[in-house]
């Protein structure tokens, strides 16, 4: 069993910054692809950025690439989202995801464990 804890939500303007962290528990860490999703109210929940478990490979949806960054500390168990740049159409309820699968996968099917969310708010 793996819990997921996420933090570094809030509010921000756009062109700002946030930086989102992931806190997982147990010691089998690095045996996880770990990735971000979010949630617009009324939408369904789509993919952000996945980092592989073996590799260090990582994978962005179109519409962050290039602003968002993921990456991973397995020393601390975290992984962690760097969001530059933000705009409104950001603002969603973020939660990480854990997979056992290798590669890169990119829908949440794909994914064991789950976070309980956090609200990222981008203000126009």
């Known amino acids: 069993q793996v819990q997921l804890v996420e933090s570094g939500g809030g509010l921000v303007q756009a062109g700002g910054s946030l930086r989102l962290s992931c806190a997982a528990s147990g010691r089998t860490f690095s045996r996880y692809g770990m990735g971000w999703f979010r949630q617009a109210p009324e939408k369904e929940r789509e993919f952000v950025a996945v980092i592989a478990r073996i590799g260090g490979g990582t994978y962005y949806a179109d519409s962050v690439k290039g602003r968002f960054a993921i990456s991973r500390d397995n020393a601390k168990n975290t992984v962690y989202l760097q969001m530059n740049s933000l705009k409104p159409e950001d603002t969603a309820v973020y939660y990480c995801?854990?997979?056992?699968?290798?590669?890169?996968?990119?829908?949440?099917?794909?994914?064991?464990?789950w976070g309980q969310g956090i609200q990222v708010t981008v203000s126009s």
């Open positions: 995801g854990a997979t056992r699968l290798l590669g890169l996968p990119y829908t949440g099917e794909e994914y064991d464990y």
